[in-house]
């Protein structure tokens, strides 16, 4: 028993298969993250390392140099950059196109991990890190309050920054600008000189004095006890009264005798501004697996509790970025044209088939291929992103083609008189190898894409897996509930003038008679005259290719988009 004769013999089978498939891929949509492009990461490491006070010429050389060495040897390199500014190295290592990039990013970690105990003294820990595009932050927010600018930032940093990294998708909340509490200790040169002291002998007094560690453990008959000494500093007045050293006279150095310590703020690098008004930046990134319109939202409603809680304080968040806004807007905007696609191929079937019954067996594949790939989607991960969106957009003709075909066949067979089971049964079996060929050209256009390495393959990869599987799943509708169906709902449409879709059917047939009509003439004189179209064919083609090779036709790596936003990047001479 063929599957056609099962799913007419046992319509109930097919349709407990399909409303599974149904819940199931309804299920995956829900669980699908939406994103505005596939998971693109260029085959590219970055290798940052700090050295402060060094000039431009010490980092090339001691840091620089040895880092570069150090990568060379890794398999797969295609080049290797760098650039070495006062205080900060910078090297960027490009390999191929085909490598891992989690592979040769350990890789790269052992080779610098080997060389640290070689670098200076006074250079900090390199930092390595892939280029991965969806780790921008999803959200830049300005945060603004009627509170002291000190005490403000403080309360940010102890209250808002840890109550934001706690939710859901958030992986890191960083804070731009504002004046974050600094204790300074101005020390006193000749203060220092007369009292035969060092700088490095005063800030190893601070050091060892400003701390908390446990001594021990006391035992006794009720229990045990754990033994600390508290040293930090609990105020101003504990630090300038801090012993430093002892005179040769044996009197005590305070540190306030020798420096001024003030209760200041960090020297400004970064200022955040909000329509012109000073304020404290947010950024907040998401989680690598999370859905960045989930998190936006999430941390959009906690934000507003945030307000509401802090409503006297003046505390108010200025939303200047948000990334899923484009993102779903984009996602949208594909949604509307797959909804247009459906109904224009809707149209097109009306049109052609001259039946609501016939159009209505044939657009049923339509949806139950389309939410089944949900099912396919959520399996290997995929995201609704612009490319498995348009890859759903481009296959809605094509799901329709292996059911037109048997349809097509089922009909003609109830012309000839056999009722509509055997009919259905017939016509399928004798056209199931044109419609397995019409699938399997799909297949093995876009499968090939799938295998595609590096950044296109990560781009292309999703878009061609959504067409085939969901151009695989409607020729298994096709062999399946479109003749299901065609059993016992289709019957043979006769075209009068008497109804109005008659007179619109006959008025169509009337129309494509004529263009007919019109084609056959163009197909008779283009066989009579074969050399003008082979030269005028060749002409077109050697056209075709020169536009690209004169510059008419230019080229990309992806088109342009329109975000509705700009940046501003002013640089300003050396030393400012």
Known sequence: MTITELAIKRPTLIVVIFSVLGV??????????????????????????????????????????????AVAGIDKIDAVRSSSFEGASFVFVEFKQDAKIDVVLQEAT????????????????????????????????????????????????????PRLSKLAGVAQVVLTGGEEREIKVNLDAEKLHAYGLSVLHVTQAIKSANLDFPTGKIKDTDGQFIVRIAGKFNSIDDLRQLVVARSR?????????????????????????????????????????????????????????????????????????????????AANAVKFDLALAIAMVAIIMLLFLHSIRNSLIILVAIPTSLISTFVFMYALGFTLNLM?????????????DDSIVVLENIYHHLEKGKEPRQAALVGRNEIGFAALSITLVDVVVFLPL?????????????????????????????????????????????????????????????????????????????????????????LLFVGSCTLPALGVIGNEFIAKTDRGEFGVTIELPPGV
């Open 24 to 69: 199931l891929g309804l299920f995956s949509y829900s669980m699908l993250n939406y994103e505005l492009l596939p998971k693109i990461s260029p085959p590219i490491i970055t290798i940052n390392t700090l050295y402060p006070g060094a000039s431009p010429y010490e980092v090339e050389t001691n840091v620089t140099k040895l880092i570069e060495d």
């Open 110 to 161: 052992r080779k610098v991990s080997a060389i640290v105990s070689q670098l200076p003294n006074g250079a900090k820990q390199p930092t390595l890190s892939k280029i991965a595009l969806d780790e921008t932050p999803v959200l830049r927010i300005g945060v603004t309050s009627e509170m002291d600018s000190r005490q403000f930032y403080q309360f940010l940093k102890d209250r808002i920054q």
């Open 249 to 329: 006279q044996g009197s005590d150095i305070h540190l306030d005798d020798i420096a001024e310590v003030q209760d200041g703020t960090k020297e400004l690098s970064q200022l955040a501004r909000v329509n012109g008004s000073t304020a404290v930046g947010l950024q907040l990134l998401k989680q690598s697996d999370a859905n960045a319109v989930n998190v936006s939202k999430i941390v959009r409603e906690e934000l507003k509790k945030i307000e509401d809680e802090f409503k006297a304080q003046g505390v108010h968040f200025d939303v200047a970025q948000d990334t899923s806004t484009f993102t779903l807007d």
């Open 388 to 400: 498995t969106l348009l890859g759903m957009s481009l296959v809605i003709g094509i799901l329709v």
């Open 450 to 538: 799938s295998l595609v390495s590096g950044l296109v393959g990560n781009i292309m990869r999703e878009f061609a897996l959504v067409v085939v599987g969901s151009t695989l799943m409607s020729l298994f509708v096709s062999f399946t509930i479109t003749p299901m169906l065609a059993s016992r709902f289709a019957k043979l449409e006769r075209l009068t003038d008497r109804t109005l879709m008659g007179k619109f059917a006959l008025a169509f047939e009337k129309f494509y008679h004529a263009f007919t009509l019109h084609y056959d003439r163009l197909l008779k004189w283009s066989l009579s005259h074969k050399k003008v179209v082979v030269a005028a064919s060749f």
